[in-house]
């Protein structure tokens, strides 16, 4: 074989390995079980977090909309429009878990849940949290029909989920990027800062105030935090336990930072169940009611 040929040979490889890791074959039921969990923490995040879109009808003159809500034709805000968009999202959500008409009702939660966070983003900070999840909105309906029993395996499902997962990393990863930029373009500066110390401080529970005797554990702390968010891409390529053990430490993570400082980031923690085998959930449910049925 010619070194030409071989060049070729391993220049397929890699065109096929990397559409693979793209496109992977994964259960339809997957994705049937994922699309519950997102479209049930839309309707639970417009209720209870992103409660601030209605009050924003009475307070138009202070409307700043975000880059994409110059450049879409989004409503200006008003209490009327903000009602409506409620509840178009929830009917729409409601219609999306249930499978019927996945394309229709999956792209409305996508564009009504889009306006609403535009309009909640346009007066004020902007939360970096719900990226992965405005994607997976957008994504989801793509896959079409999907039962919780379907044991057939598709590339369009298997390419959704890692669409989400690739915007879940990207949500720690990219937070590096703006960690530099926000101090000079230095890469160890903010690791070096004090900004646990300002954060426990500012909001921390009795159960991390503690720390604030001990400089050296929230310098290491904030080291900690540094690494593993430059680190986050690896998760990508993890496979059984490993992957497994990842999630989990980010669900710790996260946990604890709540009971620390009443911070949730529930939109991207959500976005985490999909790197895990949800098509298990089914069938260990039916598992269960059985036996429970078996017992009486």
């Not at 889009?114 to 007066?123: C, H, K, P, V």
């Amino acid at each position: 074989m010619s070194a030409q040929q071989v060049g070729t040979s391993r220049g397929s490889r890699w065109v096929r390995a990397t559409a693979n890791w793209w496109l992977p074959t994964i259960p339809l039921a997957r994705v049937a079980v994922f699309r519950v969990l997102v479209y049930s923490f839309v309707i639970v995040d417009i209720l209870k977090f992103l409660t601030d879109v209605i009050p924003h009808g009475y307070q138009i003159e202070l409307y700043q909309p975000v880059l994409i809500g110059r450049v879409l034709p989004f409503p200006e805000p008003s209490v009327g429009y903000a009602i409506f968009l409620q509840w178009s999202i929830i009917i729409a959500c409601i219609v999306a878990m249930t499978g019927y008409l996945p394309r229709i009702s999956g792209f409305a939660v996508a564009v009504l849940f889009l306006a609403w966070l535009e309009n909640s983003q346009g007066f004020s900070y902007v939360q970096h949290d719900h990226m992965a999840l405005v994607l997976a909105t957008w994504v989801l309906p793509t896959v079409g029909r999907a039962r919780f029993y379907d044991e057939r395996s598709s590339q369009a499902a298997g390419w959704a989920l890692r669409m989400v997962q690739v915007a879940t990393i990207a949500t720690y990863f990219g937070s590096v990027f703006s960690k530099i930029a926000s101090n000079g373009w230095s890469f160890i500066a903010w690791p070096n800062s004090s900004v646990f110390t300002w954060a426990f401080m500012r909001r921390g529970s009795d159960l991390i105030t503690w720390t604030l005797n001990y400089p050296w554990l929230l310098k290491s702390a904030q080291w900690g935090l540094y690494i593993v968010e430059v680190l986050s891409p690896v998760v990508l390529f993890l496979r059984g336990r490993w992957l497994y053990l990842a999630v989990g430490f980010f669900f710790l993570f996260h946990f604890a930072t709540y009971l620390s400082l009443g911070i949730h980031f529930l939109p991207t923690v959500m976005c985490w169940f999909a790197f895990l085998p949800l098509e298990k959930i089914p069938y260990a449910l039916r598992r269960t009611v059985n036996r429970f049925q078996a017992a009486r």
